[in-house]
């Protein structure tokens, strides 16, 4: 840290690394679609924000089918407005279950 005229100038945004964890995205993938209800072609679809060619955090991830993995890729607001999808409250949801349900506080 250094100071410019008297004023310590800091990093405002620290970047972090997002959490890799495949055994939450399986888990993920066992569910049905929370957009349409399918149950087949499920995929771990990222949500949070991302850059070029990196994805958020696993932990930030929603089951939705390939369709409609597609369709929230395109325009993901849009999307869970038109499926009314509380994206914000899924997340905190599926993350609540592993941790305390399934993954027993292991991570």
Sequence with gaps: MQ??????SERLYQPS?????????????RLPCCACGKSWNVDPAHTGPHGTSQKSSDL??????RKCHDAFDAAPRDFAELKRLDVPAL????NQFWFEKLNRGAA
């Design 60 to 65: 930030s991830c929603i089951p939705l089918c």
């Design 17 to 29: 690394k997002p959490v890799r964890d495949p055994l939450y995205k399986r888990f993920i993938k």
């Design 3 to 8: 100071q410019v005229f008297g004023i310590r």
């Design 91 to 94: 997340i905190a949801k599926l």
